[in-house]
């Protein structure tokens, strides 16, 4: 027998918490992390293997496009571990209700885009 249930497929007619913006930014966060682990073992790679690597490596540091590269692992890194130390304190049965949630959710994506804003800065 089908149930008769509501199907609603317009995604932006949907209204999403704080809490749920924040772990869906948890998940892309770790996502990132995993490809930037080849960029930054690569370049590791690279300025070990000889001092002409080391002098590729630093004029790469040295351009635009590299540096936003950086800026992007550098935010991805900084929000997983904002989140997963939110999340380590909800496993210690903190910030488990609606809405001291969604409170600490808007205070670690707040504190997430200060700390970009100065990881850019100090990049550029």
Do not use: C
């Not at 008769?4 to 924040?22: C, F, G, Q, S, Y």
């Not at 590299?66 to 900084?78: H, L, N, Q, T, Y």
């Amino acid at each position: 027998m089908k149930k008769e249930r509501p199907v609603n497929l317009d995604l932006t007619t949907i209204k999403m918490h704080p809490a749920a913006n924040a772990s869906i930014l948890h998940r892309i966060s770790g996502v990132i992390m995993i490809f930037a682990i080849g960029i930054l073992l690569w370049t590791l790679s690279l300025s070990l293997s000889s001092a002409e690597g080391f002098a590729q490596v630093k004029a790469m540091l040295d351009g635009v496009f590299f540096k936003f590269i950086i800026w992007g692992i550098s935010v991805a890194i900084i929000y997983h571990l904002l989140g997963g130390i939110r999340h380590l304190l909800m496993d210690l049965g903190h910030f488990e209700e609606k809405a001291s949630g969604n409170a600490s959710a808007k205070f670690i994506i707040v504190l997430w885009i200060v700390l970009s804003a100065v990881v850019g800065v100090w990049l550029w």
